[in-house]
């Protein structure tokens, strides 16, 4: 099993979860249940799968600036992603992350990796250590 190297966006603690890469980007608000983690939107490919528990390989977001609110309450109810990898930064996404840290919840990781790399993940179990490296 090879390591690749993420660069961190957010610091957070390791992790490990069943790699979920998304086919398409997906909205926070109204596109994840917060109280379950499952892909809410039902126009979306990975429609009710869940979340939870998984390392997240997010092709992009569509924003909505209430996407951090979403995020923070899946990390409050335990049903947040092992890690986040994204294609690029989504400041608003992140700063869920930032504000869970702020209040003293134990947030994953948030990584930068190429969506070109995702596929490699996607459907075995992946393992994110705290400098960022994914095996």
């Given amino acids: 099993m090879s390591t690749t190297q993420a660069e961190i ?4 603690k390791p992790g490990s979860g069943p790699g979920l890469a998304l086919s398409a980007p997906i909205s926070f608000w109204g596109g994840v249940d917060p109280k379950t983690g499952c892909i809410a939107d039902v126009r979306h490919p990975e429609h009710g799968l869940s979340i939870a528990g998984c390392v997240l390989f997010l092709p992009g977001t569509i924003g909505s600036s209430s996407a951090s609110a979403v995020l923070m309450e ?3 109810n335990g049903r947040a992603p092992a890690a986040l990898v994204l294609h690029e930064p989504d400041a608003i996404l992140l700063l869920g992350l930032i504000v869970a840290r702020e209040m003293g919840w134990d947030t994953p990781l948030a990584l ?3 969506r070109n790399r995702f596929g490699a993940f996607a ?3 992946v393992t994110v250590e705290a400098d960022g490296r994914l095996s």
């Fill in 9 to 12: 966006l957010v610091s957070g």
């Fill in 74 to 76: 899946l990390v409050h």
């Fill in 112 to 114: 930068r990796l190429d």
């Fill in 123 to 125: 459907g075995r179990q």
